[in-house]
C-alpha cells in the first residue's frame, strides 16, 4: 500500500536548467509534506517543507509546490548543479499526535555539467 | 560536531546472531526514530519515542527491540538475526510538533550471512 508514490525512478538534466521531481500521494488525510536529499551512504537530509493550507514554498532555488485537489507536489530546482545530483525523497505527515512520516521511494536525480 | 550519530556504520553477521545498534542525538529534539531502508529502496518508520516513551511502533517482528534510556539515545536490539534482516537502519531525531523535521543519522548497513 503505497500512499506516496515518486514514478519517476531517475532523472537526468543539465547544469543550469531546471529539475522537477514529482510526487503523488493517496491519503487525504496528510497535512505536511517534506523533500529530503541523500548522498551516497549518508542519511537523508531536509531541504524543504509545505504545509497542506499553503500551495508554494520557496527556499533559494528549492521551490515546493503543492496541488492538494490532484493529491501532487513537485520539487522544483532552478538552476540545478552537479552537487545536487542525489536521491530525493517526498514524505508526508498524517498528522495525528506521532507526526508519522511516509517516504516515497525516491528519484535519482543527475545534474550532468 | 555530529548531530545524530549511529554506531556502527557497517555491521556484518552471521544469522541466528543477537546485535544492538546505537544512535545519539545532541540537537535537544525530545524524539528518537529508527527506520529502515531495504533493498526496494522503501524508508519505512519501524519505532518511535517521545520522552523515551515509545509512541510508534509499526509492525515489526518482535526480535526487534528498541531502548531509549534517555532522551538523547535510542538503541535497536535485533535477536535471532535473519537473512531479510540485511537492510540500511537510519536513525532520526525530531521535535515533536507539527512542522518538525526529522534529521537523519548517516545509516547503519546491516549484512546478515
Known amino acids: 500500500d503505497q500512499q506516496v508514490k515518486q514514478n519517476s525512478p531517475s532523472l537526468s538534466v543539465q547544469e543550469g536548467r531546471i529539475s522537477i521531481l514529482n510526487c503523488d500521494y493517496t491519503n487525504s488525510m496528510f497535512d505536511y509534506f517534506l523533500w529530503y536529499k541523500k548522498y551516497p551512504a549518508e542519511g537523508p537530509t531536509f531541504l524543504i517543507s509545505i504545509s497542506s493550507i499553503k500551495d508554494k514554498n520557496e527556499d533559494g532555488r528549492f521551490t515546493v509546490f503543492l496541488n492538494k485537489s490532484a493529491k501532487h507536489l513537485s520539487l522544483h530546482i532552478v538552476p540545478s548543479q552537479p552537487g545536487d545530483s542525489a536521491v530525493y525523497f517526498c514524505a508526508a505527515n498524517s498528522g495525528g499526535s506521532n507526526y508519522k512520516l511516509t517516504f516515497g521511494k525516491g528519484t535519482l536525480l543527475t545534474v550532468n555539467p | 560536531d555530529t548531530a545524530v550519530s549511529q554506531t556502527p556504520k557497517y555491521l556484518v553477521t552471521q544469522m541466528g546472531n543477537d546485535k544492538s545498534i546505537k544512535c545519539e542525538q545532541n540537537l535537544g529534539h525530545d524524539t528518537m526514530y529508527w527506520y529502515k531502508q531495504d533493498s526496494k529502496k522503501f524508508l519505512k518508520i519501524m519505532f518511535s519515542?517521545?520522552?523515551?516513551?515509545?509512541?510508534i511502533n509499526e509492525t515489526v517482528p518482535n526480535r526487534f527491540s528498541p531502548k531509549s534510556p534517555d532522551k538523547a539515545h535510542l538503541n535497536l536490539h535485533i535477536n535471532s538475526l535473519e537473512l531479510g534482516d540485511s537492510a540500511v537502519y537510519f536513525c532520526?531525531?525530531?521535535?515533536?510538533?507539527?512542522?518538525?523535521?526529522?534529521?537523519f543519522g548517516p545509516g547503519t548497513r546491516l549484512t546478515v550471512t
Open positions: 519515542y517521545n520522552n523515551k516513551e515509545l509512541i
Open positions: 532520526a531525531s525530531s521535535q515533536l510538533r507539527f512542522g518538525g523535521e526529522q534529521y
